[in-house]
């Protein structure tokens, strides 16, 4: 079965940082996860934004909590696509969140085999550059096995670094992963983290951020080379200033590749890597 | 040679014993500087003690004993270099020597032993005096008796030692012989004063049975660790131990009518001075609150290490030898597993590290010095452990805590090494210290009682005012750039809140780390990466 941009759309949860998905492609929609300060719970990306986020998180005593979206959110999201043939569902990490379990959930509650649940292994940025992929495919004709194809390809080769301001964010909110053996709070000492396999992992630490961010831009020119088919995403939790710098960086380094994603990282992410993290995703693909 | 071994590391030891302080006082750098005389007499009581537990031992295995021992007790620089010392001396002995020409093969044993320990021999140091000893023992008649013998070699010995002083620049500016070198001289004085029938050395006043240290390591109710020297007609040692007694424990009372060092941990320091102030003048009055450093001995028992990350033993582990319950902290945040307390002033033993190694769940282990007079202790313990041990020679906790930033317990024990290294050279490392004495060091003149700024190994400034020469040594490692400036504060540091803000102000970019260190010696120590 052929699928197209016509036929098939594309669901994104609002981890992927992507606040209007619809107006980068109009057969992109968007389910939010929940985000809660004490007892008002908020649609990250809808009811609250990144920036007003950021000014809630310094006000408030309250630490944030999110929650992912419930199989009914995602039902109803599919009801509204009846227009379309196929719907596939990019998603954040199910090791992360259990968003991908509620869209598989909801999807099954169907009977039927229109939704196809994909599980990126990413965070952020790196959902949306995978979409990116599967819509180049969309745009020129593919089927549901070069889709599988590419996502397979995407968990393999795609990467993706961060570092965090603090651990403490991480750990709170259980998604420290393997870092937990990082700490080093007490010495301003930055980790530099990535997701493999859907987890937080840690790759090294650095003392003080500007090498936090030197290391990033050192991994990024050793595990890249330049050129179009190379595409780059960068986010930034409240650390605009620093994200332009590094912007800069990259573009000297790989000035022929493509960046496609530019964003401050919504409630839901903030809430994990906390004020200060800042990321970087790249995957290469030659379509 | 009359009597087993133990009597003649009685002699010996008693001979250090007795010019413990003055050897103590030869410090090579106008810093307080490794207590020579201590770590050397504590290196020689190490060897006594475990000769007098021994029981039954034939000749061999109490040679044996005497350079296990020897090298398990060693305390710092010089006590590893005198354990090699012994161990040469004692290496192939047969019988106790009788003539010239049977001690000189045994001091150029010790010599040779010694040289070999050290990666760069420098003359003007203990090495030189061993050697000289030998070369002097081989000149001799060798049909003469051993007691004439040695006390040529003695005589020569301190012609050897005198020489020290313009043989090192170090100790030709501070203008002193050879701390290590004295320490070898007495040693060899304490063994001929026997073989002659001689009287030992009297003790020095202020010189106790027990090493404050010891004592330290006792546990107290109390809180304070007091000390003073009390000087006066009426001072009566006994009285004052009494006295002392009812109020304060791990009690040392030392010295003579008329002159007393006291030790005392107590409560009431308040009312301990008094006490000494009401029969005499005091002198050298130190009170410590030992509870900070209980409190951190205990956490390091009940939690060594990070929670751990992953299951199992780790691949690598790390032991550094850290002075001040601050900076102890510090390691332990950055995943050190274990923390042997020791610096400038208190070389662990080779045997204390070789400890902390052997309980490590780990595969491999890197250990961190952190100081350039413990380097061969844990060299030792690194070829003595029963698990691979990477050395990595941070010469100051400032370049151990950079070493350990790149740590991961996960990674193999050479790689690991590998990155530390590479770290602890990045770093650049200042400080600020009391000047024991009025020198002159790196073209900077620094009057007793003022402080002198190092930076990167060199003075770079002294004066009246710590503030000041904070300002300077800042200067210093700020100047080539860095990201990262972290300020450890020891005891009785200033405040550093106006430093820390004229620095964030004359650079932005700049991360100002402080920390409550607590080590001793440096009100501040500087690390610029």
Not at chain 1, 120 to 130: Q, T
Not at chain 2, 287 to 303: G, K, L, P
């Amino acid at each position: 079965m052929r699928l197209s941009s016509e036929t098939t759309a594309v669901v994104l949860d609002s981890t992927a940082d992507l606040p209007e998905p619809a107006a980068r492609h109009p057969n992109w929609r968007l389910v939010p996860l929940y985000v809660r300060f004490g007892d008002e719970t908020y649609r990250d990306h809808v009811d609250l934004g990144a920036v007003e986020f950021y000014e809630k998180l310094r006000a408030s005593d309250a630490q944030p909590q999110s929650s992912q979206p419930t199989p009914a959110d995602f039902e109803a999201a599919f009801a509204e696509l009846e227009g379309f043939e196929r719907i596939l569902c990019v998603l954040i990490s199910g090791k992360l969140s259990g968003t991908a379990e509620s869209a598989r959930l909801a999807a099954q509650a169907r009977g039927d085999d229109r939704v196809t649940v994909i599980d990126s292994e990413s965070v952020s940025g790196g959902v949306v550059i995978l979409a990116d992929a599967i819509q180049r495919r969309l745009d020129r004709g593919t089927t549901l096995e070069e889709t599988e194809e590419v996502v397979a390809r995407f968990q393999r080769e795609s990467t993706i670094l961060f570092t965090v301001d603090t651990l403490d964010y991480l750990v709170r909110g259980g998604r420290v992963g393997k870092a937990a053996g990082l700490a080093g709070q007490l010495l301003s000492v930055k980790p530099i983290l990535a997701i493999d396999e859907g987890e937080v992992e840690p790759l090294k630490r650095v003392r003080g951020r500007q090498k936090a961010l030197g290391e990033l831009l050192r991994l990024f020119e050793e595990g890249t080379e330049d050129g179009p088919a190379l595409h780059v995403g960068v986010a930034h939790a409240d650390a605009e200033a620093e994200l332009e710098t590094l912007v800069g960086r990259i573009r000297e380094l790989r000035p022929q590749a493509s960046l496609d994603f530019q964003a401050q990282l919504g409630p839901v992410i903030g809430t994990h890597g906390g004020p200060g993290t800042i990321g970087l995703f790249w995957f290469r693909d030659e379509e | 040679m009359p009597g087993g071994a133990l009597t003649v590391v009685e002699a010996a030891l008693a001979a250090l014993e007795a010019s413990r302080r003055r050897i103590d006082d030869l410090n090579v750098y106008p810093v307080p500087d490794g207590d020579t005389g201590t770590n050397m007499t504590m290196t020689v009581r190490a060897v006594r003690d475990a000769l007098a537990g021994a029981t039954e031992l034939d000749a061999e295995a109490e040679l044996a004993l005497v350079a296990r021992s020897c090298l398990m007790g060693a305390r710092g620089n010089s006590g590893v270099i005198l354990s090699q010392l012994v161990r040469g001396a004692v290496e192939g002995l047969n019988g106790g020597p009788e003539t010239a020409g049977d001690l000189a093969p045994r001091l150029r044993g010790a010599s040779d032993a010694g040289y070999a320990a050290v990666r760069e021999p420098q003359e003007g140091t203990m090495l030189t005096v061993a050697r000289e000893l030998a070369e002097r023992a081989e000149a001799l008649d060798p049909a003469l008796p051993l007691g004439d013998a040695l006390a040529e070699v003695v005589a020569h010995g301190e012609v050897a030692l005198a020489r020290t002083q313009e043989q090192l620049d170090v100790l030709r500016d501070a203008g002193v012989v050879d701390a290590g070198g004295a320490g070898v001289l007495e040693l060899v004085r304490g063994i001929a004063a026997l073989v002659r029938g001689e009287p030992l050395p009297e003790p020095e006043v202020g010189t106790g049975p027990l090493p404050e240290e010891a004592v330290h390591r006792e546990l107290s109710r109390y809180r304070y660790c007091t000390s003073f020297f009390v000087e006066g007609e009426e001072v009566a040692p006994d009285a004052l131990e009494r006295e002392l007694g009812a109020f304060g424990d791990s009690l040392l009372v030392v010295g003579a009518r008329g002159a007393v060092k006291v030790h005392v941990h107590t409560d009431e320091p308040g009312r301990a001075i008094a006490l000494a102030t009401s029969v005499g003048v005091i002198e050298e009055v130190s009170i410590e609150n030992m509870h900070v450093q209980t409190a951190v001995r205990e956490e390091r028992i009940t939690h060594s290490g990070p929670p751990p990350s992953t299951a199992g033993p780790a691949a690598t582990a790390v032991v550094a030898v850290v002075a001040g319950a601050g900076n102890a902290r510090l390691f332990r945040d950055l995943g050190a597993a274990a923390i042997v307390e020791g610096g400038q002033t208190m070389n662990p033993p080779t045997s204390q590290l070789l400890q902390a190694i052997d309980g490590l769940d780990a595969a491999g282990a890197v250990l961190l010095p952190n100081n350039k007079n413990v380097i061969l202790a844990a060299e030792q313990a690194a070829a003595e452990a029963g698990k691979p041990v990477e050395v990595v020679e941070t010469t100051s906790m400032q370049a151990g805590l950079a070493a350990l930033v790149p740590f991961d317990a996960a990674a193999a024990l050479d790689e690991n090494a590998r990155e530390m290294r590479e770290a602890a050279t990045a770093v650049r490392s200042g400080a600020v210290a009391p000047a024991s004495r009025a020198a002159t060091i790196d073209g900077i003149e620094v009057a007793e009682g003022e402080f002198l700024g190092l930076a990167d190994g060199a003075a770079v400034a002294a004066g009246a005012s710590v503030e000041e020469v904070a300002r300077a040594v800042a200067a210093h490692l700020l100047e080539p750039g860095a990201d990262v400036l972290t300020i450890l504060l020891g005891d009785g540091a200033p405040s550093v809140n106006g430093l820390r803000d004229e620095l964030a102000e004359a650079h932005p970019a700049l991360e100002i780390d402080v920390h409550e260190g607590g080590q001793p010696h440096y009100p501040l120590l500087f690390a610029a990466e």
